[in-house]
Nanobody, 124 residues
Framework: QVQLLESVGGSVQSGGSLKLSCVISGYTYSPYCMGWFRQRPGKAREGVALIHIDDSRMASNSVKGRVSVSHDNTKNTLYLQLNSLKPEDTAMYYC??????????????????WGQGTQVTVSS
């Protein structure tokens, strides 16, 4: 059974940076892809960034140029580096896992396994 364990988020001022991590356990097959999603207050969950085990990557237009997604295979850990943070980036951030990676897109419905979520708060 795949399990995802996210690091604690944090609070930063506008313009600051944060790095989130997500440890993945219980899956040893390939291929797969992993993603970061977020849910802002009063909004639907939205995709932030994806990475395939072959290192293909994708980011949403709202964060492109400000985020970097990466994966350390030796540590089975997914990362999301957030830079130049804005108050509108305040949200609960979730990592997600898709075995097989049949569809590579920023769609939450494609991902069956989720982390518990971690809060990121950006103050102006």
């Amino acid at each position: 059974q795949v399990q995802l364990l996210e690091s604690v988020g944090g609070s930063v001022q506008s313009g600051g940076s944060l790095k989130l991590s997500c440890v993945i356990s219980g899956y040893t097959y390939s291929p797969y892809c992993m993603g970061w999603f977020r849910q802002r207050p009063g909004k639907a969950r939205e995709g932030v960034a994806l990475i395939h085990i072959d290192d293909s990557r994708m980011a949403s237009n709202s964060v492109k140029g400000r985020v970097s997604v990466s994966h350390d295979n030796t540590k089975n850990t997914l990362y999301l580096q957030l830079n130049s943070l804005k108050p509108e980036d305040t949200a609960m951030y979730y990592c997600a896992f898709q075995p097989g990676c049949h569809v590579f897109r920023l769609s939450a419905s494609d991902f069956p396994t989720w982390g518990q979520g971690t809060q990121v708060t950006v103050s102006s």
